[in-house]
């Protein structure tokens, strides 16, 4: 089978397509067709080799696909073969014609719904959903939504609109303030700009995904007793901790935690479910062949991409 694999640490370009045997179900996996395979900045970073991430090479990348079932280990119900589902893997394989899931892992995708838009959820809309459930009650609430383009960003805004909160969205460039304001978001700003928390009026709770100085700047602007969540740090470490250890003990900090297997299919298969029944969209900014890989990479690192970024197999 076709897959796309890294022999050493290091650019895009060290992203090779090769062929491989295909893969073998053990006990209590299944082998997926994979048509789409998500993109996580995360894996970018794996890539790259940078610390703390570290991985055995050589290795294929990718963690979330979706398709169909092909073949069910040996103890796993035969009943599975040909259903549309979505899974995270263990880490890696997810860039290849066929990758190995646990059963355990599988979501069925609802009939209508496209398999893309369940690659772009199986991770991304996990993680919106455990932010969410973190901070608690929005409504009425003035949130400050960062990456707010992103493909985590992008649900949040819609899943604090719809949870009565009011979002100030935060992204690069009209075109992505624009995709947030379309999403739902009250108020854009350009934090591509030095002077970007200028005339922000305090906010009641900053949902974190970028870190480094953007999250710092953030920070700021959360009133006494606020909250902020710290989720992702695409820029760096920034405040990827606690508010008070940053100099603001007047804020609460609130974080997902560790999520255990059955907590991130759960969380998964919610946002499906939204999705399915029309009250959440994942944004699919740009699909690439899975040959093309390294450009896929390519725009990530780059801040070239809006929403979730999707390799089609």
Known sequence: MRAVRIARFGPPEVLEPVVVDDPVPG??????????AGITFVETQIR???PPVAAMLPTVLGNGVAGVVAETGPDVDRGLVGKRV???????????ERAVAEAQRLIEVPDGLG????????ADGRTALAVLGAVGD???????????????????????SAAGGRVVAAASGAAKLAVAKELGAEVTVDYSEQSWTEGIDRVDVVLDGVGGTIGEQALSLVRPGGVFC????????????????AGRPDVRTATTGMLDVARQVALAGEAIALAASGRLRATVGQVFALSDAA???????????????????
């Open 138 to 160: 929005l409504a009425g609430a003035t949130v400050l939504v960062e990456a707010a383009a992103g493909g985590v960003g992008g649900l949040l805004v819609q899943l604090v």
């Open 86 to 96: 979505t899974a995270s893997l263990n880490g890696r394989g997810g860039y290849a």
């Open 295 to 313: 450009d896929a990479h390519s725009a990530i690192e780059n801040r070239a991409t809006i929403g979730k970024t999707l390799l089609s197999v």
């Open 48 to 50: 790259a080799g940078r």
């Open 27 to 36: 006990p209590g996996q299944v082998v997926i067709d994979v048509e789409y």
């Open 230 to 245: 710290p989720y992702g740090a695409a820029a760096g470490a920034g405040v990827f901790g606690s508010a008070a250890d």
């Open 115 to 122: 398999l893309d838009q369940a690659a772009a959820l199986i």
